[in-house]
């Protein structure tokens, strides 16, 4: 009996419809009962409420009482059948459609203009990047669950048909009104991303509206304003224009929307617009294209349509046709089902009605669009409405699976338009001296913060083009960011005269990379390219297209786009230079790399009950996975005074990490080169050990903490004077003078030759009476020495010239004194024992002090962001940046623990995980993993199982050392907990 039915309703809808029943993109999942719904609900109405629900008026939630109240009156005098919002908020808009939706008898069809999101119309809500910058996707895939998403949004609101993707082929450079909103120039791209988009809205339930039929992309004038003109062939016309409506009607496409265009090879008629059109509308896209959704027409307020009026044979103006609802009517009878935004929705219902009454309109033609109306909003659920959920809607709207998306999105759109000489990433960075030059007229500080995470950049401004030339010969690279406002995608984007004129003497002088921050036709008026190495097109100046186009830049994202459009006569559609990461940092979101930002946000309450319990001032804290920076966040202050927040681009002093990122890094190139081996006693090393009782002593024993080596020896403390218990001025002098230009600080000069004396009273210390593990610093004392003496310069310069310069560890560094300001350096303590003063910008290690702020063991300060680039690098088995530091057998030489057998947990200079219930680390990680601490508060930990790079920086000796309450509160290894319990994936 069912199978019968089912026969019969197929039958009924293939008469009401001419189409056959699998090629109706308005059935639903239970064709039976959407037939007894829209059959029941048709009988039951009256000729008005049958017409009534064939126009869709505008409404905006931010017009107040007056306008809603008029849009009540409307569905309840003249029963309309949908609601198109505009201009609103999310909370507004969903507490009005509720209103509005219980006043009226039959449930409404709700739509919206969302291309982008349905930020097009609403405050507070997601936008996504405009639909020519997902023209540079390739892979259509994420172009797909960006329509999902939107989708997804559309349903929370209550929206059923978002009018959406626009598959207008914009060949036509100056279209002013379609420009951003295409999918670009090429005609299967444009279907392919159209069609893509398509297929993820309507899977969230949300149907899609493919427009503007026939084509408003190659149009130099708005149809808003008047009726544009399509001067192209039919035959042009059905193998371009008509090309994606086509592949999406034939993937269920559940509507169109037709625009207000004058189309000669079309329509006959004179300045006739294709929304009236009988040829266009009927027999192009019913008949010849098949399709049978629904057909809205463009906003009939629009002056392409408003402004129609009715002409002689000569030409001249016979009558308007707006004012009695004339204009719907011949919108109708051209085949329309749906008269968006009428004019005036009252007189255009009466003037349908006189035409039933009179035979211009037939009952079949009515039940037509109106049962075609009412199956799509049994197709959305209507049958069985429900009010919009207001709790959550904001945040709901706004998730960070959106961020998520965008970033990606973002990441696979932004195109290297020219790379010559492969300036592209950029890398080698210990040769360059980059500068950024901003143009345009909107904020470009994201990207020169991004910019700034990988190596030295320096923002290069000036009223004048000469300041600025004379400025840039100090840099070898200059980053010239063209910066347009994203507001919204018919902003402009046109180099002015002046800034075309600094930018090509500005390349004719340097090596430049021009990154454009607007759509692709702003290289159009550039009249040479010649002298701009590089050029970047990121499409968009939002905060997460600077972001990620800092990054490609550095090579931290591979370049994936292709233009969309042509950019004049330089790039033609579809270039794009591609290239792979270097397998630098970059930084996003959680989600990207299989961890939960929620339950990673959890680290910030464990952080400010630190600094809150005065534990330490201040803290810099970076987690990254995978490659990816996904926690970058800064707590307190330099100090309790709490004048100056900890900013990213602070320095720490780190202690003991100084071990794992200085000394340690030289060593493993050394052994690996051959110079040295683990097995090497330190006789061999250092001849002045042969005859010490540490002559036997092998360099992996050493670094391994399993030497009988004293953990730690004051010499501080013999150069104070006995009495006085402050430096004595036989060792000391308070300003630099000959023999004495150790600088301890700006005002304590220690004795050169004291340097000798350290060695001395190292080699001539006792071992320890037994064998075990006992953590030294000795070890670093001795091969620092080794160090110098073997590349003839200080520790200082060997670290930077062989590893910070390449790495782009600009801030990381000995005596940053002489580097930073200080209003850039964290101080450490108010020192009562040696120094007697603020320890501010030198080591806060007294040996380290003693070596002129040069030590083995202390004396690196660094911010978080480039111990995570080091840590990095050993996470990547030695790689980083595109260049290879140590070989990968030679991080698992070093990172492996010799003595466990002996509960000696240690590696090789690393730190590792401990053998029982306590010890460094939260005890979640695995075994592989390694890492550092130092006595200023500070860790760094990696994990090759999971892939994940830890750094804590902080000042917990400030003002006094003190008792160690972030080491007695587990504060760090907390932290390390949460960071474990938010992995997900």
């Not at 200059?478 to 994203?486: A, F, L, P, T, W």
């Not at 080591?843 to 070596?851: C, K, L, N, S």
Request: glycine share 8%; hydrophobic share 35%.
């Amino acid at each position: 009996m069912r199978n019968l039915a089912l026969i019969f309703i197929c039958t009924c809808f293939q008469f009401n419809f001419g189409q056959d029943l699998f090629k109706n993109p308005l059935l639903s999942k239970d064709p039976i009962q959407q037939q007894k719904w829209v059959d029941s609900l048709y009988t039951s109405m009256t000729i008005e409420e049958k017409i009534g629900q064939l126009f869709m008026v505008q409404v905006f939630s931010d017009k107040g009482k007056a306008h809603e109240d008029g849009i009540a009156k409307l569905i309840n005098n003249q029963h309309i059948g949908g609601l198109i919002y505009s201009n609103g908020g999310p909370v507004r808009q969903a507490k009005l459609n509720n209103e509005l939706q219980a006043a009226s008898k039959i449930p409404l069809l709700i739509g919206m203009d969302a291309e982008w999101g349905l930020s097009m119309r609403l405050d507070s809500t997601y936008a996504f990047p405009w639909n020519m910058t997902l023209g540079a996707i390739t892979d259509n895939e994420l172009v797909e669950q960006a329509g999902r998403q939107i989708g997804e949004h559309c349903k929370r609101l209550g929206v059923h048909f978002n009018f959406a993707p626009a598959v207008d082929i914009n060949t036509n450079p100056k279209n002013p009104i379609i420009g951003n909103r295409s999918f670009g120039e090429d005609r299967d791209n444009v279907t392919e991303k159209g069609l893509a988009f398509m297929k993820g809205m309507q899977s969230a339930g949300t149907l899609a509206n493919a427009k503007h039929f026939p084509g408003h992309g190659d149009t130099e004038e708005d149809s808003h304003l008047k009726l544009p003109t399509i001067n192209f062939s039919a035959k042009r016309i059905d193998s371009i224009e008509l090309y994606p409506y086509r592949k999406l009607i034939k993937q269920g496409l559940a509507s169109v929307m037709v625009a207000h265009l004058n189309v000669p090879s079309l329509e006959s008629r004179r300045d006739f617009p294709s929304s009236l059109s009988k040829h266009i509308v009927t027999d192009i896209l019913k008949d010849s294209l098949g399709f049978n959704g629904l057909i809205f027409t463009d906003a009939l307020t629009m002056k392409g349509a408003a402004d129609y009026v009715e002409k002689g044979v000569d030409g001249s103006r016979v009558k308007s046709l707006i004012q009695g609802g004339e204009i719907d009517l011949m919108a109708f009878l051209a085949g329309n089902d749906v008269m968006l935004m009428s004019e005036d929705p009252e007189k255009g219902i009466a003037k349908f009605v006189e035409a039933f009454n009179n035979g211009t309109i037939t009952e079949e033609r009515l039940a037509h669009s109106v049962k075609k109306i009412l199956m799509a909003k049994y197709k959305v659920g209507l049958n069985d409405y429900s009010p919009i959920g207001i709790y959550n809607l904001v945040d709901d709207l706004n998730r960070i699976k959106d961020d998520a998306l965008y970033e990606e999105l973002m990441e696979n759109a932004i195109t290297v338009v020219k790379n010559t000489n492969e300036i592209l990433p950029l890398r080698d960075l210990e040769t360059k001296k980059i500068a950024y030059v901003s143009l345009g007229d909107d904020d470009g500080s994201e990207f020169l913060d991004e910019l700034k995470k990988y190596t030295k950049v320096h923002e290069i401004k000036g009223v004048k083009l000469d300041e600025i030339i004379t400025k840039l010969q100090n840099y070898n690279t200059v980053v010239v960011g063209y910066h347009k406002s994203n507001a919204n995608p018919w902003k402009s984007f046109e180099f002015s005269q002046k800034e075309m004129a600094w930018l090509y003497e500005i390349a004719r002088t340097n090596t430049i990379i021009l990154d454009v921050f607007a759509r692709p036709y702003a290289l159009n008026d550039l009249l040479s390219v010649e002298n701009i190495d590089g050029i970047v097109m990121s499409y968009q100046n939002s905060k997460i297209a600077q972001e990620k186009s800092a990054q490609l830049i550095f090579g931290a994202i591979a370049a994936k786009g292709k233009l969309p459009v042509s950019t004049g006569q330089f790039f033609p559609v579809g270039t794009g230079e591609a290239y792979n990461s270097l397998l630098s940092l970059s930084y996003g979101l959680p989600e990207r790399v299989g961890m939960d930002s929620h339950l990673l946000s959890r680290i910030d309450s464990v952080a400010n009950r630190a600094v809150d319990g005065k534990m330490t001032p201040g803290i810099q804290l970076i987690v990254a996975r995978k490659g990816k920076v996904i926690y970058n966040k800064n707590f307190g202050y330099h100090t309790y005074a709490k004048k100056e927040k900890v900013n990213f681009d602070d320095l720490y002093d780190v202690a003991s990490l100084t071990k794992i990122l200085a000394t340690l890094p030289v060593l493993m190139e050394l052994e690996e080169q051959g110079s040295l081996s683990l097995d090497d006693k330190l006789s061999n090393l250092i001849p002045e050990y042969k005859n010490t009782n540490k002559k036997n002593v092998t360099l992996k024993k050493m670094l391994s903490h399993y030497a009988q080596l004293k953990p730690w020896i004051p010499f501080y403390y013999a150069t104070l004077d006995s009495v006085t218990k402050k430096p004595n001025p036989r060792y000391y002098r308070n300003i630099r003078s000959e023999g004495f230009t150790v600088e301890v600080t700006n005002t304590l000069f220690m004795r050169d030759d004291y340097q000798d004396s350290i060695q001395k009273v190292i080699r001539d210390s006792d071992l320890l009476s037994s064998l075990r593990y006992r953590y030294s610093d000795l070890p670093y004392y001795i091969l620092k020495g080794y160090l110098e003496d073997f590349y003839d310069k200080p520790l200082s310069e060997i670290t930077e010239d062989r590893f910070y310069k390449s790495l782009g560890a600009n801030y990381t560094t000995y005596n940053p004194r002489k580097k930073f300001s200080l209003k850039k350096i964290i101080p450490t303590e108010i020192d009562d024992y040696y120094r007697f003063k603020e320890v501010h910008g030198y080591v806060h290690d007294m040996g380290a002090a003693m070596q002129g702020g040069v030590g083995g063991h202390a004396g690196i300060f660094s911010n978080a962001n480039d111990v995570a680039k080091i840590m990095q690098m050993y996470l990547q088995k030695g790689f980083y940046g595109g260049k290879r530091y140590l070989k990968s057998e030679t991080i698992d030489k070093f990172n492996y623990c010799y003595y466990c057998a002996n509960n000696n947990r240690r590696g090789i200079g690393f730190d590792k995980p401990q053998l029982g219930e306590e010890g460094p680390t939260c005890g979640c990680l695995s075994m592989t993993s390694f890492g550092h601490s130092g006595f200023t508060g500070t860790y760094a930990w990696a994990d090759p199982e999971e892939e994940i790079v830890y750094v804590f920086l902080a000042n917990r000796t400030y003002p006094e050392a003190g008792k160690n309450l972030l080491l007695r509160e587990n504060i760090r290894t907390d932290i390390q907990r949460l960071i474990y319990e938010a992995i997900i994936d």
